[in-house]
T-cell receptor, first 111, second 112 residues
């Protein structure tokens, strides 16, 4: 079945540091890939998405590229801010017709 | 309007109470979902409605009863819950031909 593996957290960075959160997946066919962000006490917000191989999703300075050869969708940001502190979920929508989430990565950015 | 609205935001209920959670969207989406999220865990799918018909029930206990009265509304009726049912309940919706789901802010449920 479908599965998503995220790097374990928590991740703590200083403001303006470079961020990478690794995400790899297992799925049949050609799933759509997503990064969702959850701020404290809130629901999930779609951060970015990619629907086919080599697509790059980007939003608010965050980027991720759909790499079919390595089955990966790593999240990156060049310079994080305190306001980026949140939990980040990698997810895929595949042949099972439902979202499959990774375990989530807690990011804390200190000033 | 790109919002999924959930009410109430917070709910405390006793184990003998009956309560309902409500979810509303006006994006013309015809797929709607209920998820349960425990602290520090990813959301777990509970139910999926497609064109107002229940299409997926992830073996959820019968004390949770979903209802989709029309294409914009989704309810979750709660009865005789247990303390372990305390969680954040998230509603989501999507266009049937899209893989992109929009989530509401959730209802924080506490069972005492």
């Amino acid at each position: 079945g479908d599965s998503v593996t995220q790097m374990e957290g928590p991740v703590t960075l200083s403001e303006e540091a470079f961020l990478t959160i690794n995400c790899t997946y297992t799925a049949t066919g050609y799933p759509s890939l997503f990064w969702y962000v959850q701020y404290p006490g809130e629901g999930l917000q779609l951060l970015l998405k990619a629907t086919k191989a080599d697509d790059k999703g980007s939003n608010k300075g965050f980027e991720a590229t759909y790499r079919k050869e390595t089955t990966s969708f790593h999240l990156e940001k060049g310079s994080v801010q305190v306001s980026d502190s949140a939990v980040y979920f990698c997810a895929l929508f595949g042949a099972s017709s439902r979202l499959t989430f990774g375990e989530g990565t807690q990011l804390t950015v200190n000033p | 309007d790109t919002e999924v609205t959930q009410t109430p935001k917070h709910l405390v209920m006793g184990m003998t109470n009956k309560k309902s959670l409500k979810c509303e969207q006006h994006m013309g989406h015809r797929a709607m979902y209920w998820y349960k999220q425990k602290a520090k865990k990813p959301p777990e799918l509970m139910f999926v409605y497609s064109y107002e018909k229940l299409s997926i029930n992830e073996s959820v206990p019968s004390r949770f009863s979903p209802e989709c009265p029309n294409s914009s509304l989704l309810n979750l009726h709660l009865h005789a819950l247990q303390p372990e049912d305390s969680a954040l309940y998230l509603c989501a919706s999507s266009h049937p031909l899209s893989t992109e789901a929009f989530f509401g802010q959730g209802t924080r449920l506490t069972v005492v």
